[in-house]
């Protein structure tokens, strides 16, 4: 099992441009979700998915929509790339859609970097 | 006020050395609680779920107290390789979903 992967690992971009960001799992996870990583802030929620067709918003959802037409794909698209939006993402998925006190640990990819000049 | 916070450190301790790091969160309905350790510009993992009878896996032991709200991890006998990040993870949503909130993290330096 590859786990969960992402692309790219690496990228700049300019003010107003758009991208998508890649997520995939094999592990047959029900639960996806996305995360923005700042200094000094942690993990902030962005948005979430408990299956495919099913999304909700997190902590921080302006300015990124996500989809989730398969199981095993969450991609996360930036809109218009602001400055605001340098981070590391990372992408998450668990066994459980999140239900009444079940254990559901989160299996992490290995984030991409993301700089908008 | 976040709704899961940490003291940030850094905590500064010898090989050898046992530390403890404390969490408290905000929402009483709080139900899952986890400590992610989590290395220098990688993901983080889980290193165990914290369980309302608290529990231990070797050298590290969590606590959960409802009362006061919050939950500590402990670890003995620190090795140089414990050197990481700490995340605090709490469960808790609306209407029985339940969203994951991360606090900051607390920074362990353990040297020799």
């Known amino acids: 099992n590859a786990g969960v992967t992402q692309t790219p690992k690496f990228q700049v971009l300019k003010t107003g441009q758009s991208m998508t960001l890649q997520c995939a799992q094999d592990?047959?996870?029900?639960?996806m979700s996305w995360y923005r990583q700042d200094p000094g802030m942690g993990l902030r929620l962005i948005h979430y998915?408990?299956?495919?067709?099913?999304?909700d918003q997190g902590e921080v959802p302006n300015g990124y929509n996500v989809s989730r037409s398969t199981t095993e794909d969450f991609p996360l698209r930036l809109l218009s790339a602001a400055p605001s939006q340098t981070s590391v993402y990372f992408c998450?998925?668990?066994?459980?859609?999140?239900?009444?006190?079940?254990?559901?640990?989160?299996?992490f990819g290995p984030g991409t970097r993301l700089t908008v000049l | 006020r976040k709704e899961v916070e940490q003291d940030p450190g850094p905590f500064n301790v010898p090989e050898g050395a046992t530390v403890a790091f404390n969490c408290t969160y905000s929402?009483?309905?709080?139900?899952?609680f986890f400590w992610y350790r989590q290395d220098c510009r990688k993901e983080p993992k889980l290193l165990m779920s914290?369980?309302?009878s608290g529990n231990e896996d070797g050298r590290f032991t969590a606590q959960l107290n409802r009362a006061s709200q919050y939950i500590s991890l402990l670890i003995r006998d620190s090795k140089l390789s414990d050197s990481a990040t700490y995340l605090c993870?709490?469960?808790?949503?609306?209407?029985?979903?339940?969203?994951?909130?991360f606090g900051r993290g607390t920074s362990l330096i353990v040297h020799p």
């Open positions: 993870v709490v469960n808790s949503g609306p209407g029985g979903s339940y969203i994951p909130t």
């Open positions: 914290v369980y309302s």
């Open positions: 592990m047959n996870h029900e639960y």
């Open positions: 998915s408990v299956g495919a067709g099913i999304t």
């Open positions: 998450a998925s668990s066994s459980r859609g999140m239900a009444g006190g079940d254990y559901n640990e989160q299996f």
């Open positions: 929402n009483s309905a709080s139900q899952s």
